[in-house]
């Protein structure tokens, strides 16, 4: 019972004594004698000087009037008479006044308030003196939309925040709402969407963006980056999780990776993230405890309503906060944009095109042919168009424009549909002209912005090579490293200028449910989840620990290269802006295939392994060694400085490499503290490619008969 309930329960009890004392004495008469007696009368009436009345037993009396001090009458007339007799009564203890001043009565009253404030107690230990129900009630007053289990992913995460939406704004069912996108996926993949919500009679509006992160990677989970308030990383589980003790494990195993981290950023999933954005739970965990995610799972224990803010669709999702964060993909894209630079360049030095002099003079020399090539395709259009009318100088925009990237064409004012037309069929016929000058331009481009973010590029890769070390030294596998995964963390009000020194920033990781704790010095080795990204992982990724242990001796190890392949792959697109193994992932991803078709017994899972490693490490070699030595130059001009730790990390790849090749050790070890990233990725590729693959098949061939 509620505080309110108490308070209409004593006035609903004051009204009926009240209405019970006016009833036991309404037109009650009471004279008031000379003498000090009092007479109580059912009626009374005055003749000839004398006062008759009638007492309760009936009999009827006289008296002198003029014997008679006062009287009092209990009618609407009378409030003093009302008073008098009100009065009386409490001093007399009678009527209504006769159960008040039993004892019995108020010992009954204590018993009972005492037994209210104990259930009330006991309710608030139970419930948190909420109970469920009455928070269903609350909900259901308030509109939600339902999510279809078949949906994608996109329309159930959009769908999930507009009801957070419609929650926040108190929508109730009478409301009317919608979303829509608004603006289409760019180079991050991401999309604009509007959320709206018609309440009295006005439109309520939103935008968040949401967008998809990484490749689709089977057994691994899907990531999803919405910007809502603040920036959210959102992963759904390839195996929904339904149960929310499981789901609670999952997000402590996180923490458990992430503690081995600590201090190195690591981001988690919390059931704060989105649950902080819900004025009823706030108020229901505290303000002061909606930080202490212990605590705000005590309250989801009891709360079970509120369970369905963590689950996207029908089943959980984990939610972590984006929001200190840079994504290092980002960032990658913005280092080697260059069509918004090509733009620019095309833009601003249209004019070289007409004077080949001044064309070679930017370009090089080689660049002049295809000044002439240009020249030779605006004399097409000029006799295309045949038109005298139109001047000179509008004749070169027109041109110029056509020269454009497509999806920069739409910034530029529209183009008479003629004239579009004829420069459309120009380009169609003299593409290769076309292709080449683009080529050239984005090429300078690229090796300008190349020149001026060089630093940036060389801080990163000397900071990608110190995460590696420290992964190695807290003995943490990650096992899906990729610019997705990880995050740069700075001062954001310096960004990007603290990229241009290793020291101002540093790497940290967003999603560790591939990670395990591979420490050589424990007999039980974590079997992490056998998930792999194809451009940044290798085919033993998907051997589970008892196989893997068959094929090489030292199975930390191999688990800890894993990461040295992908951070191979991470320099190289951080310098070229390219993936490095691009081949390799489509045979990869074949294999991967194949492989489970190839697990109804370890005998067959270890066959297949042995014939389909080495076309996977002769296709990654093969590739490797063509892509640096086509971009020796570029890589060789990105000097990497390694730390004391780092150093340490080639330092014990060359006590491993000593075993099989004393050569490659002597260089892993004789490794200077600033070295060029072609050196770099050469040296750790060879060691991967050797333990891996060389020493790999020479155990498999004594192991797997």
């Not at 691994?220 to 929904?240: E, G, L, M, N, W």
């Not at 990670?515 to 792999?532: F, S, V």
Request: charged content about 25%; proline content about 4%.
């Amino acid at each position: 019972m509620k505080p309110k309930h108490i308070i209409a329960l004593h006035i609903v009890l004051f009204l009926a004594f009240f209405s019970l004392f006016v009833a036991n004495n309404w037109n009650k008469q009471i004279l008031y004698l000379n003498d000090g007696r009092i007479i109580e009368t059912r009626e009374t009436w005055e003749s000839l000087g004398d006062i008759f009345y009638e007492t309760d037993d009936g009999i009827l009396h006289s008296i002198k009037t003029a014997d008679v001090a006062k009287s009092a009458n209990a009618t609407f007339a009378s409030i003093e008479g009302w008073v008098t007799i009100l009065g009386r009564e409490v001093a007399l203890k009678r009527g209504v006044f006769a159960i008040l001043w039993d004892k019995r009565v108020w010992v009954g009253y204590v018993l009972a308030v005492c037994g209210w404030f104990a259930i009330a107690v006991a309710r608030r230990l139970k419930t948190r003196k909420q109970p469920e129900t009455e928070t269903d009630a609350g909900f259901e007053k308030l509109l939600r939309l339902p999510v279809d289990p078949e949906a994608p992913d996109i329309e159930k995460i959009v769908i999930y925040f507009l009801n957070l939406f419609l929650l926040q704004n108190n929508a109730e069912q009478i409301d009317k709402y919608k979303y829509k996108r608004i603006a289409g996926q760019g180079k991050s993949n991401t999309a604009i969407y509007e959320l709206g919500v018609r309440q009295n009679g006005k439109w309520l509006h939103r935008r968040m963006s949401l967008g998809r992160i990484g490749e689709s990677a089977g057994s691994r989970s899907k990531c999803f980056h919405a910007i809502y308030d603040t920036p959210i990383v959102i992963k759904i589980p390839p195996q929904p999780v339904n149960d929310f003790n499981d789901y609670v494990k999952n997000i402590q195993a996180d923490k458990r990776i992430a503690g081995l981290l600590a201090p190195r950023d690591c981001l988690t999933p919390s059931v704060t993230i989105v649950l902080a954005r819900l004025p009823s739970f706030l108020e229901t965990v505290g303000r002061c405890d909606i930080k202490n995610e212990q605590k705000c799972i005590q309250t989801l224990n009891l709360f079970t309503e509120y369970h369905k803010f963590l689950k996207i669709g029908d089943q959980y999702a984990f939610f972590m906060d984006l929001a200190r964060y840079f994504f290092l993909g980002n960032i990658l894209d913005e280092l080697h944009d260059v069509d918004h630079e090509l733009t620019k360049e095309i833009s601003n030095y249209q004019d070289l095109i007409w004077t080949a002099e001044d064309f070679g003079a930017r370009y090089g020399d080689h660049a002049v042919d295809i000044c002439f090539k240009l020249q030779h395709v605006f004399k097409a259009f000029d006799t295309a168009l045949n038109d005298s009318d139109i001047l000179p100088y509008e004749k070169k925009a027109w041109f110029v424009r056509s020269l454009l990237p497509e999806d920069e064409m739409h910034d530029t004012p529209q183009m008479p549909v003629a004239i579009a037309a004829i420069l459309q069929s120009l380009k169609k016929e003299y593409a290769d002209h076309y292709g080449k000058y683009n080529a050239l331009v984005k090429n300078y481009v690229r090796h300008v912005a190349f020149r001026q973010k060089r630093t940036q590029i060389q801080s990163i890769c000397t900071n990608l090579i110190e995460m590696l070390a420290w992964l190695g030294s807290k003995y943490v596998a990650m096992r899906d490293l990729k610019p997705d995964n990880l995050t740069i963390i700075g001062d954001p009000s310096n960004y990007p200028h603290f990229l241009n020194s290793a020291d101002d920033f540093r790497i940290g990781f967003i999603d560790v449910e591939t990670a395990a704790y591979a420490n050589p010095h424990d007999r039980q080795i974590d079997q992490p989840i056998l998930a792999l990204t194809a451009s940044y992982a290798t085919p033993s990724h998907m051997l589970p620990n008892d196989l893997l242990g068959k094929i090489h001796d030292d199975t930390c190890y191999i688990l800890h290269l894993q990461d040295w392949y992908a951070t191979i792959a991470l320099i190289h697109e951080t310098i070229t802006g390219a993936k490095l193994f691009v081949s390799t992932a489509g045979m990869l991803t074949r294999i991967r295939k194949k492989y489970m078709q190839h697990l109804e017994s370890a005998d067959e899972t270890l066959a297949f392994f042995k014939a389909a490693s080495p076309k996977f490490w002769h296709t990654a070699a093969t590739e490797f060694n063509r892509k640096i030595k086509q971009r020796k130059n570029l890589l060789k001009s990105v000097q990497v400085e390694l730390s004391d730790g780092s150093k340490q990390l080639f330092t014990d790849a060359a006590q491993k490499a000593r075993q099989y090749n004393p050569g490659h050790a002597n260089r892993l070890m004789g490794i200077g503290s600033n070295t060029s990233a072609y050196e770099i990725l050469e040296l750790m590729f060879r060691h991967v490619y050797e333990t891996m693959h060389v020493k790999g098949q020479a155990a498999r061939a004594q192991k797997i008969r």
